[in-house]
C-alpha cells in the first residue's frame, strides 16, 4: 500500500511538473503574437471564463440561435482569442490571421482537429466540404506554435505571423492594456503613420455590449495634443442646451484656436495658399478666427443650418465687409449670416430644438435618424453618440435602442 501511495504520489508530481513546463516554458504569451507590422487586432481573453449572456441575447435577437448551443460546447476549448489584421486601414480585411489559445486543452482542441481539416505535411486544410460554409470557398490553414493555434486564408500571411514573433507592436500592446472586455471582446487599432496620427492620435480602442434593451459601442480615440488637447477643456457655462434636438449635432471647446494646427496638418498646400491670402487681407490668422467661437458650434444635419455664437465679432465683420455684404457672405454653396454675436450657415436662422443635457466633460453629442441616410428605415430609428474628454483619449459612446437594431436587422435580411 505505501508503495502505492509512492508511486501515485510520483505521477502526480510529474503531472504538474508537465503542466508547470507547458504552462511556463513551452507555451509562450499571447502578447507575442502581436507582431511589429501588425495594424489591427482584436483581442478577446479568458474567453473560456466569461459570461456568454450578452452574447446569447444578441444571437437570439438577430435570429442565429442555432449558434448558441455550438457556442456552449465549444467555449471551454478556448481560452483567448486574437485576430490580427495587417497592410492599410482601408484593406484590413485581406490580409487577417487569428490566434487561438486553447490552454490547458491544447490535447483535446487537437485531437478534434480531424473533424474539420486534413494533415498535409506541416498545415491543417480545412476540408473542402466546410469551406462554402465557413470560408466562402477559400483554402484555409491552420499551423501549431507552442501551445497555440494559427489560421488564415493565406499561407504568406500566417508564416509572416511566426517569423515576427518576440518583436511586438509596442503601440498595440499599450492599447491592449486598456479597458477589460467582455464577451464581445475589444479591437484595437494602431494609428501611427495614418492620417489619424495628424490629429494626435495614436490609436483606438472599440467595446461593444447588448442588454437586451440596447446595443451600445464605446470608441476611445488615443493620443496626446491635437484633436484630444482641443476637447480637454471644456466651457464652464453650456449657453447652447436649448438647441440640442432630433438631427442636431453639437460641438464644443473652450479654445477652439488649438484646431488650427490640425487643419494646418491636413489642408493640402494649394488650400493654405488660400488661407494666406485671407489672413493678408482680413488681418486675421486662421488661429485667430477660431479663437473668436464662443466654446459652442450646434448644427441640424438634416436642415443644413448652423449656429455659431461668437466672442469678439470685429474680425469677422471685417471678413463679411471684405467678401460680401455687411451681414451676409455666400461662399460657394454656403451662405453666412451675422446677426448680433451669431454667425448663421443657411437659409434660414437655426431655431431652438426640443433641448438637452451636456455633462461637464461632453465635447459632442448627435442624434441622428437613419432615415437621413437611407429612406427604407423608419424616422424612429436613430442613433446617439456622445464624446468625453478623459484624461489621455477622447471616448465616443454610440447606442442603438431595441427599436432602431430591430429596424437595421430587418433591411439586412431583405
Known amino acids: 500500500m505505501r508503495r502505492l501511495k509512492i508511486l501515485l504520489l510520483s ?17 509562450i504569451p499571447g502578447k507575442n503574437f502581436l507582431v511589429k507590422n501588425t495594424r489591427a487586432v482584436y483581442v478577446n481573453e479568458n474567453f473560456n471564463r466569461k459570461s456568454i449572456k450578452p ?12 449558434h448558441i448551443e455550438d457556442l456552449k ?42 473533424k474539420y481539416f486534413e494533415k498535409s505535411k506541416d498545415y491543417y486544410i480545412l476540408k473542402e466540404k466546410y469551406r462554402e460554409k465557413y470560408s466562402s470557398g477559400k483554402e484555409v490553414f491552420l499551423k501549431g506554435y507552442r501551445g497555440y493555434f494559427l489560421v488564415s486564408d493565406s499561407k504568406e500571411d500566417l508564416e509572416g505571423v511566426l517569423s515576427g514573433v518576440g518583436e511586438s507592436n509596442e503601440n498595440i500592446l499599450a492599447l491592449k ?11 484595437l487599432l494602431d494609428l501611427t503613420g495614418t492620417k489619424g496620427e495628424l490629429l494626435g492620435l495614436k490609436g483606438s480602442v472599440v467595446t461593444a455590449n447588448y442588454d437586451s434593451q440596447k446595443f451600445y459601442m464605446d470608441n476611445k480615440l488615443v493620443g496626446e495634443g491635437g484633436i484630444v488637447e482641443l476637447f480637454k477643456a471644456q466651457p464652464e457655462e453650456r449657453k447652447m442646451e436649448k438647441y440640442l434636438g432630433k438631427n442636431r449635432i453639437y460641438i464644443s471647446s473652450n479654445d477652439f484656436s488649438k484646431a488650427a494646427k490640425i487643419l494646418a496638418a491636413n489642408i493640402p498646400k494649394e ?18 478666427f ?21 466672442k469678439e465679432t470685429k474680425r469677422f465683420e471685417k471678413l463679411f465687409m471684405i ?16 446677426e448680433g454675436k451669431n454667425i448663421y450657415q443657411g437659409r434660414e436662422k437655426l431655431s431652438p430644438g426640443t433641448g438637452g443635457t451636456l455633462s461637464k466633460k461632453e465635447f459632442f453629442q448627435g442624434e441622428i435618424s437613419l432615415d437621413l441616410l437611407d429612406r427604407k428605415f423608419s424616422e424612429k430609428s436613430k442613433i446617439s453618440i456622445k464624446g468625453r474628454a478623459e484624461g489621455d483619449y477622447l471616448n465616443l459612446h454610440t447606442e442603438l435602442s431595441e427599436e432602431t437594431l430591430d429596424d437595421i436587422l430587418i433591411k439586412m435580411k431583405k
Do not use: T
Open 73 to 114: 460546447k465549444e467555449k471551454k476549448y478556448i481560452k483567448n482569442i486574437y485576430i490580427l489584421y495587417f497592410g492599410s486601414i482601408q484593406l484590413l480585411d485581406e490580409h487577417r490571421v487569428g490566434v487561438l489559445d486553447p490552454g490547458l486543452m491544447y490535447p483535446i482542441f487537437k485531437s478534434r482537429l480531424g
Open 11 to 27: 505521477l502526480l508530481a510529474c503531472l504538474l511538473v508537465l503542466v508547470a513546463g507547458y504552462k511556463y516554458i513551452y507555451h
Open 55 to 66: 452574447l446569447e441575447e444578441l444571437l437570439l435577437k438577430i435570429g442565429e440561435e442555432s
Open 271 to 288: 488650400q493654405k495658399v488660400i488661407l494666406d491670402i485671407l489672413e493678408s487681407f482680413s488681418g486675421g490668422s486662421i488661429e485667430d
Open 323 to 338: 467678401l460680401g455684404k455687411s451681414k451676409r457672405l455666400k461662399i460657394g454653396n454656403i451662405s453666412l449670416m451675422m
Open 290 to 310: 477660431l479663437g473668436d467661437i464662443d466654446g459652442e458650434i450646434v448644427g441640424d444635419i438634416e436642415k443644413n443650418r448652423w449656429i455659431i455664437p461668437l
Open 177 to 187: 492594456k486598456r479597458d477589460k472586455a467582455n464577451i464581445f471582446g475589444k479591437l
